[in-house]
């Protein structure tokens, strides 16, 4: 029987603090503690720099499945551009001086896109007080047009005043709107996209004072029910609509929720049917990143330079005519495939892709487990894979609930599912590599108040190799060593793998073979 590798992710599944906050912990997994004993293992991190994030910030699926399949850490557009400006380089960006020089020239005026809030992911505070201090050096006329979303709470006035230091008579605020308006990502196009486009484009909306806008935020704090992304498209300067030839700059570097509202300005007429459009002409665009615009209307400039992903686990294995079978649900389908392969969406001539429908997280969370191992062991007989990965969602998936004794539960069966499951394959004498993309089961209550945790965390994630003629025979101390003590990153996965099918790592991936770390 062809032998070969099993990638087993399951997701959200960390190493936490063994307390009464950690189901992992409570539910005793003597199963894996077992195979933790008996196999080489050692734990990875999966958060901050290690994949490409902010110091302390939690990973995420997108980012861990991204890491693990290029062997690297890509760091993201916010860390880049944070970067930037922090070592000065910001204010040389050829693209905002021409920017600058164009607007001077032609006496044209400048308006900034972008949500303000606390939420990095979409437009940084810092990139606002840049750019906002780079054009105020340069006594430019400049509107700003700011979306707003739940993440800024009560603190939005906060954050509002922090801008407000670059208010004068040539910067002001245009407009503002709620994101579930100018940021939608469920195709309402008419309802709410159009009204945001029409706010910026044509000035229709609810007019307001600047300081009438605050104390309708201090009024609206009163009702416990109003949410800041529901603010409707709101005036506050009549004079900000957009004119011929005006420079409008897009700051928001998440292009997926960005993405509705850039169609609306920049996708060609032929290209665009969503609702009827009166678009200015001659429109000077620029990107802070790239947006996947199909045909453009307008030349797009951006700022930041487009980092090119050279190769990954599935195109190094597709190389060497290695087969590959990729199985999980519909909510981390994008993860295991487009992230994993490096944002590339269609599969390789060497994959094969199975997605299960969506399971019932709260009667029955997992089902879609036991056939997605049932579909593993097929693969396995089947005799044409080299290597098969299946992300297990329900780990993450129950977490998000903050049903702390439905995880427990869960766990509980899911112990027993992998011992089912991972002992069939090892005796088709396949190699076992279990691991996670990021933390979330393994800490489900906030230690200072007893609530529930809902969301990730960044603690490290399991790397569990099992193999016929592997076993150690580890003291307990060892292994509590092993849970302590980290041996790499998500980086190191497809390397390891790579090493394992004796294919030479690519110079790109920076990542290390973890064999000689593990024990």
């Excluded at 760091?75 to 880049?80: E, H, K, L, N, S």
């Amino acid at each position: 029987m062809k032998t070969g590798i099993f990638l087993l992710i399951l997701d959200g599944f960390g190493i936490g603090v063994e307390d009464l906050s950690n189901p992992v912990y409570l539910a005793k997994m003597e199963n894996l503690k077992e195979y933790y004993r008996k196999y080489p293992f050692g734990i990875l991190q999966a958060s901050g720099p290690s994949v490409g994030i902010g110091w302390g910030e939690a990973g995420n699926c997108e980012i861990g499945h991204l890491t693990i399949g290029c062997g690297r850490a890509i760091f993201q557009d916010y860390i880049r551009i944070l970067n930037q400006i922090k070592d000065g380089s910001f204010y040389e960006n050829r693209v905002i001086k021409d920017a600058a020089t164009f607007a001077k020239l032609n006496k044209k005026r400048i308006h900034l896109l972008g949500a303000l809030s606390y939420n990095i992911h979409e437009t940084p505070l810092d990139l606002w007080k840049a750019i906002l201090d780079f054009f105020k050096r340069e006594n430019l006329n400049v509107f700003l047009h700011l979306f707003v979303d739940n993440s800024s709470n009560q603190n939005f006035l906060n954050i509002l005043k922090e801008i407000e230091f670059f208010l004068d008579e040539n910067i002001k605020i245009g407009t503002v709107v709620g994101s579930s308006y100018a940021l939608d990502r469920e195709k309402n196009w008419t309802i709410k996209t159009q009204q945001a486009f029409n706010l910026i484009t044509r000035g229709e909306g609810n007019k307001l004072s600047f300081e009438e806008f605050k104390k309708f935020i201090l009024d609206s704090y009163k009702d416990k029910n109003f949410k800041l992304e529901n603010i409707r498209p709101t005036i506050i300067d009549q004079g900000s609509a957009i004119e011929d030839s005006d420079v409008l700059i897009f700051l928001d570097l998440n292009e997926d929720s960005i993405l509705q509202l850039a169609k609306s300005f920049l996708e060609s007429d032929d290209n665009f049917n969503y609702f009827k459009r009166d678009l200015p002409q001659d429109l000077y665009i620029i990107t802070v990143t790239k947006y996947p615009i199909s045909k453009p209307k307008y030349n797009i400039r951006t700022i930041l330079e487009e980092f090119k992903i050279e190769t990954h686990l599935t195109k190094e294995l597709f190389l060497k005519e290695k087969n590959i079978f990729k199985i999980t649900e519909s909510s981390k389908a994008i993860n295991l495939n487009f992230h994993f392969n490096g944002y590339i969406q269609d599969p390789y001539p060497n994959e094969y892709r199975k997605i299960m429908p969506p399971s019932d997280i709260l009667q029955n969370p997992l089902l879609n487990t036991i056939e997605i191992f049932d579909n593993v062991i097929q693969g396995i007989l089947d005799g044409i894979y080299d290597l098969i990965i299946a992300n297990i969602a329900a780990t993450d998936l129950v977490a998000h609930t903050g049903d702390i004794n439905l995880a427990i539960k869960t766990l509980r069966e899911l112990d027993d599912i992998l011992k089912n499951y991972i002992e069939k394959i090892i005796s088709y004498n396949w190699i076992v590599i279990l691991t996670s993309d990021h933390g979330n089961i393994e800490r489900m209550l906030y230690a200072e108040t007893g609530k529930p945790q809902k969301i990730h965390d960044p603690n490290p994630v399991p790397f569990l190799v099992i193999k016929r003629g592997f076993e150690r025979d580890k003291t307990e101390g060892q292994v509590r060593y092993q849970l302590k003590n980290s041996i790499g990153t998500l980086a190191d996965i497809a390397p390891t793998i790579l090493w394992f099918f004796d294919i030479e790592k690519p110079d790109w991936m920076l990542g290390k073979n973890l064999i000689n770390f593990i024990f």
